[in-house]
């Protein structure tokens, strides 16, 4: 009983023993390898050489190599946070690197396969940790009284409205500033208040005596006895519309 693995080992050595290191095998023939940004144009045969032609139109070849086509040169997706860092030679691959506000999560040996956009703080927290083209963002909680709307680098402490003389019209919360408005003293507003009460009565207490005053005046100039007075006072009392009906009636009752 022969184990798969012996049996590959063996066949290895004896595929790679049968020709060079900087050779290829084609058919029966072991040809020279092309060099590194060049590939196979033409095999060699018992009498010539290997034919090689340079890499061209964004392809390459970066080992010694026997293909007959180079390879197509890797493309830098900005829609996946990358840009080109080192463009393609024949002999070497494109290089990426991650885009303003990526980070790398596939890293190559010296650029970068896909990267992904850092992430953003929630209103609330603040930016601990700012992302690197290999690390993402570190987000943190606000604590006390201080808010982050999620684009801050620390939380900030809340506006104290009374230190600037002004009223606190709306309290801060973690992802908000507290508010302030105009100083409105509260004595100021009550004799406000008070002295607009009193105006209004002084003046609903003005109007009735000077209507008052008009109806008595109407009344005395034209009563010149009392004679009727037994008659006149119920009228006056019933007498709702004003002096004018009180006269009218007057007249009625006097011949
Ligand atoms: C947070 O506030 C800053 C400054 O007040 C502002 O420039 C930024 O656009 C705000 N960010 C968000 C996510 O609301």
Not at 44 to 68: A, I, K, Q, R, Y
Not at 215 to 228: F, G, N
Not at 242 to 254: E, I, K, M
Request: charged letters at 20%.
């Amino acid at each position: 009983m022969i184990d798969l693995p012996i049996i590959l080992v063996f066949l290895n050595i004896q595929l790679t023993s049968a020709c060079g290191r900087a050779e290829y095998r084609t058919g029966v023939e072991c040809c020279p390898m092309c060099s590194p940004g060049n590939r196979v144009h033409k095999h060699c045969t018992e009498f010539t050489s290997t034919s090689c032609v340079p890499c061209t139109d964004s392809t390459f070849l970066d080992e010694p190599n026997g293909l007959t086509a180079c390879i197509l040169c890797t493309n830098c997706d900005p829609g996946f946070g990358l840009t080109v860092k080192q463009s393609c030679r024949p002999s070497s691959d494109t290089v990426c690197g991650t885009l303003e506000g990526f980070y790398c999560h596939d890293p190559t040996k010296d650029g970068c396969r896909a990267a992904q956009r850092h992430s953003s703080c929630k209103p609330g927290q603040y930016i601990s940790h700012t992302g690197t083209t290999s690390t993402d963002t570190v987000c943190s909680d606000c604590t006390g009284d201080t808010y982050s709307n999620g684009s801050f680098t620390s939380c900030q402490s809340y506006t104290q409205c009374d230190t600037l003389k002004l009223q606190q019209i709306k309290s801060g919360t973690h992802w908000s500033d507290s508010e302030c408005g105009p100083q409105t003293s509260l004595p100021i507003a009550i004799i406000s208040a008070v002295v607009v009460v009193l105006a209004v009565i002084a003046g609903v207490i003005g109007v009735s005596i000077f209507i008052r005053k008009g109806r008595k005046k109407l009344s005395e100039t034209q009563r010149p006895t009392d004679v009727h007075k037994g008659l006149q006072t119920p009228i006056e009392e019933s007498d709702t519309e004003g002096a004018t009906l009180f006269v009218g009636t007057r007249t009625d009752s006097c011949p």
